[in-house]
């Protein structure tokens, strides 16, 4: 989620979903207008007499910015999430509560980290070698953990400053905020209470004309500037989402913690793309999280040594498998399978030897979605019977596709989301799953070597664009995996993967705005599609 001013709204912030649809409105403070007045010891000016020269103001024009939880954020969400690790690898009992304590005593007065470790020895009756090794830990820490808050940080321009209330010096304030890939140059100012008590803005105020200040904090970054008429406005971005809340108090933190990031990690002004991030990074990734945990149950019990994800829709799901299957300890290896439907009900013998040479008896076929009328059709024109089949979403026999030709009894189906599942729609799951290359119409066998024979991709710039950003938001969330522990994930039973799975394929499913951005292309295909394999 993130925040966004509303066109034609004034000064009001609206919290936009997944959907795009606006689900709460948050108030943005902004500075009132001044009037015009005369300066002191002059009068007005009377009609004919000359007019004094307006004062200049040479005072730079900048934005200004709170830095932690609105530029970075930590990716274990809360600050104590830094003194947990710092506990677990230390081995120092009870550090995690000595340490927010030490801090909450040096408050009053002026502290840096120096002064909070010398009150945490007195806390702790811990040796000064030790004590240093902590502190040196803390700032490592720091730094493993720090990301990157993409939107905000687009924000940033050359000559804008950066002030933050903290205990870390500005040295390594920079060296966070270069390790999260702020390029910008910029002032940054750092004081223990400067924008907590306000007494930072006259001096700011004096040498800058500040366009806009944006912060986190209610108080700080938006009560405290506005009371000098400074214009300010709170951000929320940090915070978990409505799906990384529900994924948190499901147990399923080091989830939540990943979606969140790669949440944060993305950005576009492009409120097409910006949707497809979202939803990819809160709702996709995690689904086919579930999908590949389900796969790799189902192999591991199977026994299949040969997977196969069939083009288009399985293109992204490939490396998340792989990922997942080296996590449980599963053996198997994980193939593109070049198909549709037009090259499995007209297929060349060309194609039939590829399949044939695929589809072994220790090999399962993997698919987004479908009726698994093609693939049977296929099967039996092999010669092959009982060929283990995995969807992420069985759907029902379809009429038109019955009426042309029955389904043989070909394959064993399995499923992660049953056939009769309520408030789903696969067309929206196929669009969150969109590959960037053109239907396979066949495959053409050169020395051994599968060469796939693809139709012209028609989709226009503007649907590539979002397709590529799915693809990247996906490939960073992958990419992410090995910040996290998420053993607890994949240990869950069938019954939880199942209830988690399909909340998140129902919310997915809300996401309508997708068909306006996919809709018109995906129909064109289904009905080119129809009409060749004889399908009205």
């Given at each position: 989620m993130t925040f966004q001013p509303?066109?034609?709204?004034?000064?009001?912030?609206?919290?936009?979903?997944?959907?795009?649809?606006?689900?709460?409105?948050?108030?943005?403070?902004?500075?009132?207008?001044?009037?015009a007045q005369t300066a002191p010891g002059t009068s007005a000016v009377r009609d004919g007499e000359r007019k004094a020269p307006v004062p200049v103001d040479t005072r730079p024009l900048v934005r200004t910015f709170d830095?932690?939880?609105?530029?970075?954020?930590?990716?274990?969400?809360?600050?104590?999430?830094?003194?947990?690790?710092?506990?677990?690898?230390?081995?120092?009992?009870?550090?995690?509560?000595?340490?927010?304590?030490?801090?909450?005593?040096?408050?009053?007065?002026?502290?840096?980290l120096d002064v909070i470790y010398a009150e945490l020895a007195t806390l702790l009756g811990v040796e000064p070698v030790?004590?240093?090794?902590?502190?040196?830990?803390?700032?490592?820490?720091?730094?493993?953990?720090?990301?990157?808050?993409a939107e905000n940080i687009a924000r940033v321009r050359h000559g804008d400053v950066l002030i933050s209330d903290m205990y870390l010096g500005a040295t390594h304030i920079r060296s966070l905020l270069d390790h999260a890939g702020l390029s910008a140059k910029v002032g940054l100012v750092v004081t223990n209470d400067g924008k907590k008590t306000g007494r930072i803005w006259p001096e700011i105020a004096e040498n800058l004309r500040i366009e806009e200040h944006l912060g986190d904090n209610e108080h700080s970054d938006v009560k405290m500037p506005s009371s000098f008429r400074i214009s300010a406005r709170l951000t929320r971005l940090d915070k978990p989402s409505t799906v990384e809340s529900v994924l948190i108090n499901l147990g399923l933190r080091q989830l939540a913690e990943l979606c969140r990031e790669a949440r944060l990690r993305t950005w576009s002004d492009d409120k097409a793309v910006r949707l497809v991030q979202l939803v990819q990074a809160n709702l996709n990734f995690p689904l086919m999280l579930m999908a590949s945990i389900e796969l790799a149950n189902l192999v591991r019990q199977l026994g299949c040594r040969r997977v196969l994800f069939s083009s288009r829709d399985c293109d992204m799901w490939v490396p998340l498998f792989e990922e997942v299957v080296r996590r449980m300890g599963v053996t198997c290896k994980a193939e593109y399978f070049y198909t549709s439907r037009l090259a499995k009900m007209q297929p060349s013998d060309s194609y039939l030897a590829y399949a044939r040479d695929r589809i072994a008896?220790?090999?399962?076929?993997?698919?987004?979605?479908?009726?698994?009328?093609?693939?049977?059709?296929?099967?039996?024109?092999?010669?092959?019977?009982?060929?283990?089949?995995?969807?992420?979403?069985?759907?029902?026999?379809?009429?038109?596709?019955?009426?042309?030709?029955?389904?043989?009894?070909?394959?064993?189906?399995?499923?992660?989301?049953?056939?009769?599942?309520?408030?789903?729609?696969?067309?929206?799951l196929e669009m969150c799953n969109y590959s960037d290359h053109g239907m396979v119409r066949d495959v053409r066998m050169v020395e051994g070597f599968a060469v796939p024979?693809?139709?012209?991709?028609?989709?226009?710039?503007?649907?590539?664009?979002?397709?590529?950003?799915?693809?990247?938001?996906?490939?960073?969330?992958v990419s992410l995996m090995e910040n996290f522990d998420l053993n607890h994930v994949l240990q869950l039973d069938q019954a939880s993967i199942s209830a988690v799975a399909m909340a998140l394929y129902q919310s997915l499913s809300r996401q309508q705005s997708l068909r306006g951005l996919y809709g018109k292309g995906h129909m064109d295909e289904e009905v080119r599609v129809r009409a060749q394999i004889g399908c009205n």
């Open positions: 509303r066109p034609q709204t004034g000064d009001t912030l609206y919290l936009i979903g997944a959907n795009g649809e606006t689900i709460t409105s948050v108030a943005s403070v902004r500075a009132p207008t001044i009037p830095v932690f939880d609105t530029l970075i954020a930590r990716r274990c969400i809360e600050p104590a999430g830094i003194f947990a690790i710092i506990e677990e690898r230390s081995g120092l009992k009870g550090f995690v509560a000595a340490r927010r304590k030490a801090e909450a005593n040096v408050l009053a007065g002026p502290h840096d030790k004590l240093a090794a902590l502190k040196a830990l803390e700032l490592d820490v720091e730094k493993q953990q720090v990301i990157p808050i008896k220790d090999s399962i076929v993997v698919d987004l979605c479908g009726t698994g009328w093609s693939l049977s059709h296929m099967a039996a024109r092999l010669g092959l019977s009982n060929v283990p089949v995995f969807f992420v979403h069985k759907l029902p026999s379809a009429k038109a596709y019955e009426e042309l030709s029955r389904t043989p009894d070909a394959c064993v189906f399995h499923a992660l989301i049953r056939h009769d599942a309520p408030d789903v729609f696969n067309t929206i024979v693809l139709a012209e991709d028609e989709r226009g710039p503007r649907d590539h664009a979002a397709v590529m950003a799915q693809k990247e938001t996906f490939a960073l969330a």
